[in-house]
């Protein structure tokens, strides 16, 4: 059986480290002379309004730096970087403008030439994916010779893992992503992620693991300085070795066990050959997904604090990111609410698959798709639905105070500066060093 070889590499020293990695794993040896090269980094999500914990959320800037100078090495000088990361409002172009420059890609493009865009601001193509599934694709990834592949070290509260493959989710628009998080029987969200490879051109990828983070893929997650780097011309076996070094047996992540039957691969990593630090050395588990109570109506945060007269299931793969979003922030704003009194037996439904539940007086349907699944439904007493796509924040602070939740107005008036409010639990320790996310 031919055996894929991934880096397993502790980070130590700026350049040196990247370096070791990229060598180990043999990942540029197939990069053509003279290639065209797309970077992809992970900035899942940005905010211009405060500072926020980037560390196991975005791309280190000093990896992405890295990865420049080895191309350049190798004579490599048409690059591009590009990125459409999560937006709270779709059409805001400033503030991925804002996400490139304080991570320092002006100066990629002053010292090396690099092309840094915008993917929202460039051509998508359309390409079939097989099983009646086509997705909107960048042009300028599809278009390129060599990708490099610059994903975190996470897990996704959704597909328990967000690496490689899943980092490609960035480089489709966003209808093809709301048609990732669909209904469909066999056609869900890991089945949709898994195929994101498939158009790809030959790719590097490099699993930055300088922070790792757990319960992600945002900023509400924990992030860990794990100071690891995971390599390899392979993407599916970067992606089943980054799964095992966070604690997962690949072949019981689902999008990676389609990815592998797609390509008639095992979903272990019995073909995988790993050369560098040995995995049980440097393995260690991350949670994925946040706890909730027995019955799954409540996060057992909100449980534990004595919450009554709610109940606000958890969310599905068929919830996508921007109601995702939308969640963590009401159930903040639910839990600041809180006084101690029963709230008015209050359902929050989310998703495209949830059904009202007999016996509720108030049902909040959060987005248009859950609207369109409980317009009909005859369990419902009062509706609150709050119908856009995606929803709007003073239509959900109105619906909230409607069934009874008395939200503070500056967290839906402000929501990006909720975002500096996870900034707390990293003060005062060195270990979470802004630099890294600096180009000087």
């Known amino acids: 059986m031919h055996k894929h070889i991934v880096s397993i590499v502790r980070y130590e020293k700026p350049f040196e480290s990247v370096a070791k990695a990229v060598a180990l794993s043999q990942g540029l040896d197939s990069l053509p002379n003279q290639a065209k090269v797309f970077i992809k980094p992970n900035i899942v999500f940005w905010t211009k309004e405060v500072p926020f914990p980037k560390w196991g959320v975005v791309t280190t800037s000093r990896v992405v730096e890295d990865m420049v100078v080895l191309l350049k090495e190798r004579g490599i000088n048409d690059i591009t970087l590009g990125e459409g990361s999560v937006l709270l409002k779709p059409k805001d172009m400033k503030t991925p403008a804002h996400a490139f420059r304080t991570l320092g890609y002006d100066s990629l493009k002053r010292r090396y030439g690099v092309k840094c865009v915008i993917?929202?601001?460039?051509?998508?193509?359309?390409?079939?994916?097989?099983?009646?599934?086509?997705?909107?694709?960048?042009?300028?990834?599809?278009?390129?010779?060599?990708?490099?592949?610059?994903?975190?070290?996470?897990?996704?509260?959704?597909?328990?893992?967000?690496?490689?493959?899943?980092?490609?989710?960035?480089?489709?628009?966003?209808?093809?992503?709301?048609?990732?998080?669909?209904?469909?029987p066999g056609m869900d969200l890991h089945c949709m992620v898994s195929k994101l490879l498939l158009p790809?051109?030959?790719?590097?990828?490099?699993?930055?693991?300088?922070?790792?983070?757990?319960?992600?893929?945002?900023?509400?997650?924990?992030?860990?300085?794990?100071?690891?780097?995971?390599?390899?011309?392979?993407?599916?076996?970067?992606?089943?070795?980054?799964?095992?070094?966070?604690?997962?047996?690949?072949d019981n992540v689902p999008y990676l066990v389609h990815a592998a039957k797609a390509l008639k691969r095992p979903a272990d990593l019995s073909n995988v050959e790993m050369v560098g630090e040995p995995i049980e050395k440097v393995a260690s588990p991350h949670e994925w997904t946040w706890p909730y109570n027995e019955d799954g109506s409540l996060p057992m945060a909100m449980e534990n604090k004595g919450i009554k007269g709610l109940s606000y299931p958890k969310y599905d793969l068929t919830i996508c990111t921007y109601c995702v979003q939308l969640t963590k922030v009401i159930l903040m704003a639910i839990a600041r609410?809180?006084?101690?009194?029963?709230?008015?037996?209050?359902?929050?439904?989310?998703?495209?698959?949830?059904?009202?539940?007999?016996?509720?007086?108030?049902?909040?349907?959060?987005?248009?798709?859950?609207?369109e699944a409980n317009k009909n439904n005859p369990h419902i007493q009062e509706m609150i639905a709050i119908r856009g796509c995606p929803p709007s924040h003073e239509g959900i602070f109105k619906g909230l105070r409607q069934v009874g939740i008395e939200a503070a107005p500056e967290l839906f008036e402000h929501m990006d500066r909720t975002m500096g409010i996870h900034m707390k639990r990293y003060q005062g320790k060195p270990e979470f060093d802004e630099s890294f996310f600096r180009i000087d």
């Open 119 to 184: 993917t929202f601001e460039r051509p998508f193509e359309k390409v079939d994916l097989g099983e009646s599934i086509a997705l909107n694709f960048n042009r300028d990834i599809l278009e390129s010779d060599f990708v490099v592949n610059l994903p975190v070290l996470k897990t996704h509260t959704q597909t328990m893992v967000s690496l490689g493959i899943k980092n490609l989710k960035g480089a489709i628009d966003i209808p093809s992503r709301k048609k990732c998080h669909n209904e469909v």
């Open 200 to 250: 790809m051109p030959p790719m590097f990828t490099l699993i930055d693991g300088i922070y790792s983070q757990e319960r992600g893929p945002n900023v509400d997650g924990q992030a860990r300085r794990s100071n690891l780097l995971v390599a390899s011309s392979d993407l599916l076996s970067a992606d089943k070795v980054g799964a095992k070094v966070l604690g997962f047996e690949p």
């Open 337 to 371: 609410a809180w006084k101690g009194a029963p709230f008015e037996d209050v359902e929050i439904l989310t998703g495209k698959l949830m059904q009202a539940s007999p016996g509720k007086k108030k049902t909040f349907l959060l987005g248009k798709c859950i609207y």
